[in-house]
T-cell receptor, first 116, second 115 residues
Framework: NAGVMQNPRHLVRRRGQEARLRCSPM?????VYWYRQLPEEGLKFMVY????????ESGMPKERFSAEFPKEGPSILRIQQVVRGDSAAYFC??????????????FGEGSRLTVL | EDKVVQSPLSLVVHEGDTVTLNCSYE??????LLWYKQEKKAPTFLFML????IEKKSGRLSSILDKKELFSILNITATQTGDSAVYLC???????????????FGQGTILTVHP
């Protein structure tokens, strides 16, 4: 049973380019969360999605960041016009309906974005 | 603003030592407290605590929650080099009558176990 799959694992972009990070949740999980981990800091919630719906995007920066979880395919976190401060590890997590209430999440191995 | 604070930030011990990691929190709509272990990749789930005073145990690891004093501890006995990792504490929230995986994380405790 594959876990949460994220790709790419490492991504290098120059300032002003776009970054797209993909996440396939665990089989049977319909809830996806994106977290960001800046150097020397803890994980920070960004957005919570279910299929075709954004449930809570209170942690997303107001500009340049967007997320989607289409009916088919992986969830995508998109960062437009990247800046150096976007360099971080972006973790995706998933949960099933049954465990959502407990807050227990299953994390992917992260996508490490470096902006030059 | 919701806050989760872990201490110490880093800890260096030798194999066989016992360690205690601390996590205090000030959050709205508390639902659960979770501990994760993060090696150089995905955080992996250790414990979830919802009730005060009930110890959760898994092998050499154990954890307890105090909802009155708003803190939790994670104990690791007879530490091994494989316990070296970042230990993350997180709080799960109720939101609008339901709850979901919006967790507020502490900054982590870096544990290093020397042979």
């Amino acid at each position: 049973n594959a876990g949460v799959m994220q790709n790419p694992r490492h991504l290098v972009r120059r300032r002003g380019q776009e970054a797209r990070l993909r996440c396939s949740p665990m089989k049977g999980h319909s809830h996806v969360y994106w977290y960001r981990q800046l150097p020397e800091e803890g994980l920070k919630f960004m957005v919570y999605l279910q299929k075709e719906n954004i449930i809570d995007e209170s942690g997303m920066p107001k500009e340049r960041f967007s997320a989607e979880f289409p009916k088919e395919g992986p969830s995508i976190l998109r960062i437009q016009q990247v800046v150096r401060g976007d360099s971080a590890a972006y973790f995706c997590a998933s949960s099933s309906v049954a465990i959502t209430n407990t807050g227990e999440l299953f994390f992917g191995e992260g996508s490490r974005l470096t902006v030059l | 603003e919701d806050k989760v604070v872990q201490s110490p930030l880093s800890l260096v011990v030798h194999e066989g030592d016992t360690v205690t990691l601390n996590c205090s929190y000030e959050v709205t709509n508390f639902r659960s407290l979770l501990w994760y272990k993060q090696e150089k990749k995905a955080p992996t789930f250790l414990f979830m605590l919802t009730s005060s005073g009930i110890e959760k145990k898994s092998g050499r690891l154990s954890s307890i929650l105090d909802k009155k004093e708003l803190f939790s501890i994670l104990n690791i006995t007879a530490t091994q080099t494989g316990d070296s990792a970042v230990y993350l504490c997180a709080v799960g929230h109720n939101a609008g009558g339901t709850s979901y995986g919006k967790l507020t994380f502490g900054q982590g405790t870096i544990l290093t176990v020397h042979p």
